[in-house]
């Protein structure tokens, strides 16, 4: 199966590139930026470079392959999340109709979604979500736990750092472990046409997943705990537009938690198995 990841080289389209190819899957990864592709992945995926916003760009760029996998941006801003994520998603769709697409695979998030939450990013999703179910073409959209690929940006400037409270317990996913799923939709006609929850194995708070991480990866560092006003505050001065994001998510996260059943997703495609403390342990290893 030809497989097209669009946003393949993002922090969580990465890893799923990874598995892909691992599996057997003929892998092609798209972008803005071709050059920055083939840096990131070196050999053993095609570059394919396009612009999800800008319809034209895809026109004849889906011909050749099976099915799409979407791991779309979300930010940095409000703004960006309707341009990038819901209008690209619908970009992508018209021209998967036009080349014969047989599957598309969607990394949506497991929170309430609807036309009308007061979220933006969340209500962003629903539309994505919408566009990829009303076009026709057999999907799987996965609402999955917050991902542990995520841990490496809590060191920042000599400290680990925790938005917020940290009380909140995802199960945290890695995205090893999500690929793998994403891999045995896309050969399952049972996972077809289904929403899926993609949970890790283990709930664990925000405060305690940050010190397993500074524990095994940043030893030397504190702990610091950083509400989320004055993240919110610095990112607002500072032009940090992915910061403020990040503090936001946090924020929506803290008040209407984690959404969602995964026993159907285990059951058709396996349950995600890496710990917090043995994704730590990778990155270690990687790392050194």
Not at 43 to 72: M, W
Not at 74 to 101: K, L, M, Q, T, Y
Not at 153 to 176: D, E, F, M, R
Not at 186 to 206: E, I, M, P, Q
Request: contains cysteine; positive net charge; proline residues 5%.
């Amino acid at each position: 199966m030809k497989v097209l990841v669009i946003g393949g080289s993002g922090l969580i389209g990465r890893p799923v590139v990874a598995a892909l190819l691992e599996a057997g899957f003929d892998v092609a990864v798209a972008g803005r930026s071709a050059g920055k592709i083939r840096e990131i992945f070196r050999s053993g995926v095609t570059p394919v470079e396009i612009d999800i916003t800008n319809r034209q760009s895809l026109a004849g760029k889906f011909s050749s392959f099976d099915a799409l996998h979407l791991s779309l941006p979300s930010g940095p801003r409000f703004s960006d999340s309707f341009r990038n994520e819901a209008g690209g998603a619908c970009n992508i769709v018209e021209e998967a109709v036009c080349a014969g697409i047989n599957r598309i695979s969607y990394l949506s998030g497991a929170t309430d979604l609807s036309d009308d939450h007061s979220f933006p990013p969340a209500r962003v999703k629903f539309m994505a979500e919408s566009a990829i179910k009303n076009s026709g073409i057999p999907y799987t959209i996965w609402r999955a736990s917050w991902f542990m690929d995520t841990l490496p940006k809590l060191a920042v400037g000599g400290i680990v750092g925790v938005l917020g409270k940290g009380t909140v317990s995802p199960h945290w996913i890695a995205g090893s472990d999500f690929g793998k799923m994403v891999g045995a939709a896309l050969l399952s006609d049972a996972a077809a046409n289904k929403t899926l929850y993609a949970f890790g194995a283990h709930k664990v708070a925000f405060k305690d997943a940050a010190r397993i991480f500074r524990d095994i990866c940043y030893p030397g560092y504190p702990l610091v705990h950083l509400p989320i006003p004055v993240v919110e505050l610095f990112a607002r001065i500072s032009f940090r537009h992915e910061m403020k994001f990040g503090a936001q998510m946090i924020k929506f996260l803290e008040h209407d938690g984690e959404f969602g059943d995964p026993s159907e997703a285990n059951r058709l495609v396996g349950q995600a198995v890496t710990t917090v403390e043995q994704f730590c342990r990778s990155r270690l290893k990687d790392t050194h």
